[in-house]
T-cell receptor, first 112, second 115 residues
Framework: DAKTTQPTSMDCAEGRAANLPCNHS???????VYWYRQIHSQGPQYIIH???NNETNEMASLIITEDRKSSTLILPHATLRDTAVYYCIVLNYGGSQGNLIFGKGTKLSVKP | DVKVTQSSRYLVKRTGEKVFLECVQDMDHENMFWYRQDPGLGLRLIYFSYDVKMKEKGDIPEGYSVSREKKERFSLILESASTNQTSMYLC??????????????FGDGTRLSIL
């Protein structure tokens, strides 16, 4: 499975959009991009995933570049409760049976 | 919404005890997983199951076993607990779907301490 690179930490003002980047330059054609987040002492929470088209759900938007080598997770109006570690994962078989390997992720701090 | 429920949030057991961790999902998912999460080591897959009575070893199965007698329930068993099994244990489930990239959904975790 392809490796991902994310910034270690980011800050965002409450109410503003949080844009979290992820590089996955070795992604292959049948690998999906998944985003999870984890708030301290809780289980990881699934956010969104995509293959090549941009995706949006009630939590976030996922923008995947045309060459699929990078993506951006967008939280449109960040709140204090969005403070968490965000993980970008690339996985074959769509992850339904795959082994999720979380890297170090991006620690997002949303500030008032 | 997908609901994955782990039986305990916190558990304290003694060395040598047999420990059962239970996980139930309510979405009729075919796949279920057990991971452990440790600081600096990330998530590590212990076992997974893609059907009732089926199980597959993950990366670190030693010292653990699993049971899946019903589709909705996946149990992790520590045969003889040791202090190096102190960890956060996470259960996940997903629908079978290679073509649509079905995500895994996690429970809140069980923080297990072995004394």
């Amino acid at each position: 499975d392809a490796k991902t690179t994310q910034p270690t930490s980011m800050d965002c003002a409450e109410g503003r959009a949080a844009n979290l980047p992820c590089n996955h330059s070795t992604i292959s054609g049948n690998e999906y991009v998944y985003w999870y987040r984890q708030i301290h002492s809780q289980g990881p929470q699934y956010i969104i995933h995509g293959l090549k088209n941009n995706e949006t759900n009630e939590m976030a938007s996922l923008i995947i570049t045309e060459d699929r080598k990078s993506s951006t997770l967008i939280l449109p109006h960040a709140t204090l409760r969005d403070t968490a570690v965000y993980y970008c994962i690339v996985l074959n078989y769509g992850g339904s049976q795959g082994n999720l390997i979380f890297g170090k992720g991006t620690k997002l701090s949303v500030k008032p | 919404d997908v609901k994955v429920t782990q039986s305990s949030r916190y558990l304290v057991k003694r060395t040598g005890e047999k420990v059962f961790l239970e996980c139930v999902q309510d979405m009729d998912h075919e796949n279920m997983f057990w991971y452990r999460q440790d600081p600096g080591l990330g998530l590590r897959l212990i076992y997974f199951s893609y059907d009732v009575k089926m199980k597959e070893k993950g990366d670190i199965p030693e010292g653990y076993s699993v049971s899946r007698e019903k589709k909705e329930r996946f149990s992790l068993i520590l045969e003889s607990a040791s202090t190096n099994q102190t960890s956060m244990y996470l259960c996940a489930s997903s629908a079978f779907g290679q073509t649509r990239g079905q995500p895994q959904h996690f429970g809140d975790g069980t923080r297990l301490s072995i004394l």
